[in-house]
């Protein structure tokens, strides 16, 4: 087999819509209408998503040049062409169909795979690791046995010669399996780094704010759930000829997925999904989305493929994890790791991927998933994955100088002497607070030693989920349920003790607070407290016996607003009121509430409305 792998015109169409071939700034009669001429070409070969997020690291480092003029173009080869043509969009560059690019000569080509017809670019070509270097074994169409993917002359030859000008690696371990594998595309070999983990470790001080972006508050953990793709991984299920009628016994998804949503303290954790590009666009993101959902009401945020699993890699207490890049580029940052699906089979022994899995501790099905987590947690000693991250990358912080110094080697014309060659920064994410909007069963402990202290745990509690606290442990528990208004099992409503809204002050839609807390107590007569949170650390409830109150969270030890949610306040609030019984007259003090292993200051004032 050469490295070009299989096309098929079905997958060209798909993403180049069956365009015609593109005039400007190429075509035989492009010089009529371009505005500068005489650049230099640079073709950007997208494979798959996948694969394009490591072109996307690269793409900066030709940015001020106007010299070049740089196009992108798609192999069809792939099956995963989902959301190709969504990116290439969102890239902004000139989309070549494949059978023009083919026929087009370029100064450079650069591709983040193998696969297609490589061979017939006309122009010097770099391949680039999509991943943590080279790992996994995949099978090759027309070949027995399974060659390790880019590691392989099934993947690196075409024709007995080596297909690429340039093979980047990051490590001399890379280098070494490459000479014992395919000793013909060793002089190919270039090691300049990974920029993908460059952007990791120069984002590093950034974890406090990514933290906050991603809603976890204090005292709270972040636990990420990553999985490759294929059916040996931690979302598929692990056997391939499993079926709804005969699920396999192995499966842990089913179960990881329940105890994330309902195990887990809603104000001592905080969980988020990072899924390979090929479960998204493999599947479809409405039907990821859709398996997801249960937990994603309970307060699991999926982070989309294209956005920011680094910075949550950067956040994370713990990474549940299998033998993807992604919970290495974790361990290799220092975070522990909990790996379930870590097939032997599929792997090359001698990666680094294989070593982590003969390293790190499993997970496993029994017993109580919080209880690993913390374990885990506990147990990690800084520079545990020292030596396996030192083989991510041999030049940390310089795949950005190196990378550039080949490209505009290969092109021919000096580097741009004035502009310091640079990746991107991680961007800051947006505010993503949890959000469950499942029913929340909660239990609060109330201790009034001259000024009430309110201990708060708060579990989502979907569907039939048996009730958390099957009894009081302590006279001075309360339970209660909160049910977000916005819940899509409008019938817990009916029942709810607690019913809260999430909206701005002024969203003249449900606002003010007032009226709104005064609707929701009419509207649900077993309803004993109504809460409005209008901000991060604040929220407006409204009492059955006719108090209307703001709870405001004093600022945290940085000067910034509290990120718990508001609604344990009012939580807070409800349990001591139902103790203390105090008359409608009299003033509500401040409130001490404890949730997991952070303390909040809560100012409760009284307003009009």
């Known amino acids: 087999m050469s490295g070009r792998g299989q096309t098929t015109g079905e997958g060209t169409d798909a993403v180049t819509g069956g365009a015609a071939h593109v005039r400007v700034p190429v075509g035989d009669d492009a010089e009529r209408w371009v505005t500068r001429v005489g650049c230099r070409r640079v073709l950007l070969i997208v494979h798959n998503v996948t694969s394009a997020t490591r072109l996307l690291d690269v793409l900066p480092l030709f940015a001020g040049d106007i010299r070049l003029q740089l196009f992108a173009t798609c192999t069809g080869s792939s099956p995963f062409l989902a959301g190709v043509p969504e990116l290439l969009a969102r890239a902004g560059l000139p989309v070549l169909p494949w059978e023009q690019a083919k026929g087009l000569p370029f100064d450079l080509a650069v591709a983040a795979s193998y696969g297609g017809e490589l061979g017939h670019i006309r122009a010097k070509l770099v391949i680039l690791s999509h991943g943590v270097g080279y790992n996994k074994r995949l099978a090759t169409a027309g070949h027995s046995g399974t060659p390790v993917f880019g590691m392989s002359p099934e993947w690196l030859l075409e024709d007995g010669r080596p297909l690429a000008t340039a093979t980047v690696l990051s490590h001399p371990e890379q280098l070494e399996r490459l000479v014992a594998a395919c000793p013909e595309a060793a002089p190919t070999a270039v090691l300049a780094?990974?920029?993908?983990?460059?952007?990791?470790?120069?984002?590093?001080?950034?974890?406090?704010?990514?933290?906050?972006?991603?809603?976890?508050?204090?005292g709270q953990r972040l636990v990420v759930l990553t999985s490759t793709w294929a059916p040996r991984s931690l979302f598929g299920g692990v056997a391939s000829d499993a079926s709804p009628d005969r699920p396999?016994?192995?499966?842990?998804?089913?179960?990881?997925?329940?105890?994330?949503?309902?195990?887990?303290?809603?104000?001592?954790?905080?969980?988020?999904?990072?899924?390979?590009?090929?479960?998204?666009?493999?599947?479809?993101?409405?039907?990821?989305?859709?398996?997801?959902?249960?937990?994603?009401?309970?307060?699991?945020?999926?982070?989309?493929?294209?956005?920011?699993?680094?910075?949550?890699?950067?956040?994370?207490?713990?990474?549940?994890?299998?033998?993807?890049?992604?919970?290495?580029?974790?361990?290799?940052?220092?975070?522990?790791?909990?790996?379930?699906?870590?097939?032997?089979?599929?792997?090359?022994?001698?990666?680094?991927?294989?070593?982590?899995?003969?390293?790190?501790?499993?997970?496993?099905?029994?017993?109580?998933?919080?209880?690993?987590?913390?374990?885990?947690?506990?147990?990690?000693?800084?520079?545990?994955?020292?030596?396996?991250?030192?083989?991510?990358?041999?030049?940390?912080?310089e795949s950005a100088a190196l990378l550039r110094r080949l490209f505009y080697g290969l092109i021919g014309v000096p580097e741009p002497q004035r502009r310091p060659a640079l990746l991107d920064p991680l961007p800051l994410?947006?505010?993503?607070?949890?959000?469950?909007?499942?029913?929340?069963?909660?239990?609060?402990?109330?201790?009034d030693a001259?000024?009430?202290?309110?201990?708060?745990?708060?579990?989502?509690?979907?569907?039939?989920?048996?009730?958390?606290?099957?009894?009081?442990?302590?006279?001075?528990d309360h339970l209660h349920t909160v049910v977000d208004e916005e819940t899509g099992d409008a019938g817990r409503l009916r029942i709810a003790d607690v019913v809260v809204r999430y909206a701005a002050a002024d969203d003249l839609r449900l606002g003010p607070p007032g009226a709104w807390t005064a609707e929701a107590l009419a509207a649900y007569p077993y309803c004993g407290l109504a809460v409005y949170v209008d901000g991060p650390d604040r929220c407006v409830v409204r009492t059955r016996r006719g108090r209307l109150l703001r709870l405001s969270a004093r600022p945290g030890p940085d000067g910034r607003p509290d990120?718990?949610?508001?609604?344990?306040?009012?939580?807070?609030?409800?349990?001591?009121?139902?103790?203390?019984?105090?008359?409608?007259?009299?003033?509500?003090?401040?409130?001490?509430?404890?949730t997991g292993g952070a303390t909040h200051r809560v100012t409760v004032t009284a307003v009009t409305g």
Do not use: M
Request: hydrophobic share 40%.
């Open 248 to 397: 396999d016994p192995d499966d842990l998804l089913p179960w990881l997925l329940s105890r994330l949503a309902t195990e887990l303290p809603a104000d001592e954790y905080r969980t988020v999904a990072v899924l390979h590009p090929n479960i998204w666009y493999g599947h479809g993101p409405g039907q990821v989305r859709a398996w997801l959902d249960n937990a994603g009401q309970a307060g699991l945020h999926a982070i989309p493929p294209l956005d920011a699993w680094r910075q949550a890699l950067i956040a994370a207490d713990c990474v549940l994890g299998d033998h993807s890049s992604v919970a290495f580029y974790a361990a290799s940052i220092d975070v522990p790791v909990l790996l379930r699906e870590f097939p032997e089979e599929d792997l090359d022994p001698l990666s680094p991927v294989a070593a982590l899995g003969r390293t790190a501790p499993r997970l496993v099905r029994q017993g109580s998933l919080r209880a690993q987590i913390d374990e885990v947690v506990a147990a990690h000693r800084p520079g545990r994955y020292k030596e396996l991250a030192e083989q991510t990358s041999s030049v940390p912080g």
């Open 450 to 476: 001259g000024s009430p202290e309110v201990t708060v745990v708060r579990h989502a509690v979907p569907g039939d989920t048996p009730d958390p606290f099957e009894r009081l442990t302590d006279d001075t």
């Open 429 to 447: 994410p947006a505010h993503t607070p949890a959000r469950p909007t499942v029913p929340l069963r909660v239990r609060a402990r109330v201790r």
């Open 193 to 218: 780094g990974d920029p993908c983990y460059d952007r990791i470790l120069a984002a590093l001080p950034q974890r406090d704010r990514f933290r906050r972006a991603l809603g976890v508050a204090r």
């Open 563 to 594: 990120l718990c949610d508001p609604a344990a306040y009012a939580s807070a609030l409800y349990a001591y009121l139902l103790r203390a019984g105090l008359p409608a007259t009299e003033a509500v003090p401040a409130i001490t509430v404890r």
